[in-house]
Nanobody
Framework: QVHLVESGGGLVQPGGSLRLSCAAS????????MVWYRQAPGKECELIAT????????NYADSVKGRFTISRDNAENTMSLQMNNLKPEDTAAYYC??????????????????????????WGQGTQVTVSS
C-alpha cells in the first residue's frame, strides 16, 4: 500500500521561500515518476511539477516555472519542492503522488493516478502553504 507524507508547509510572506518534502513508502519509489499537485480553496486540482523516475527530467506548470524546483532522492525515497518568490496565489494544500491517469480536475484527493494497480491511489494529508503579509 502506497503511503505518502507531505511536510514543510507553513505561513510565509510574499517573496519568501519554503521547501516541501514528500516521504514515500510501500512501493519501489525509484521505478516511478512523481508529481507535486496543489489545490487552492475553491479551485480545481493543479499539477504543478513532474519528475522522472531517475530524476533526470522535470516539467513545470507555467504558474510556477522559474520559481519552483522539483527534486528527488531515490536512496531516501523522498521528493522535494523548493519554492522561491512565493506569491499569494501559491496559497494551497500541496500533495505528492504518482502521475494522474487523466488531466487533473476536481479535488486532488481521490484523483486516479497511475499505475491503477492495487496499492496505488492513496493520498497523504497534504501540507498547507499560506502566502500572506
Amino acid at each position: 500500500q502506497v503511503h505518502l507524507v507531505e511536510s514543510g508547509g507553513g505561513l510565509v510572506q510574499p517573496g519568501g521561500s519554503l521547501r516541501l518534502s514528500c516521504a514515500a513508502s510501500g512501493f519501489t519509489f525509484s521505478n516511478y515518476a512523481m508529481v507535486w499537485y496543489r489545490q487552492a480553496p475553491g479551485k480545481e486540482c493543479e499539477l504543478i511539477a513532474t519528475i522522472t523516475s531517475a530524476g533526470d527530467s522535470t516539467n513545470y506548470a507555467d504558474s510556477v516555472k522559474g520559481r519552483f524546483t522539483i527534486s528527488r532522492d531515490n536512496a531516501e525515497n523522498t521528493m522535494s519542492l523548493q519554492m522561491n518568490n512565493l506569491k499569494p496565489e501559491d496559497t494551497a494544500a500541496y500533495y505528492c503522488n504518482t502521475p494522474p491517469l487523466r488531466p487533473p480536475s476536481g479535488n486532488c484527493v481521490g484523483l486516479v493516478v497511475v499505475p491503477t494497480t492495487v496499492g496505488f491511489g492513496s493520498w497523504g494529508q497534504g501540507t498547507q502553504v499560506t502566502v500572506s503579509s
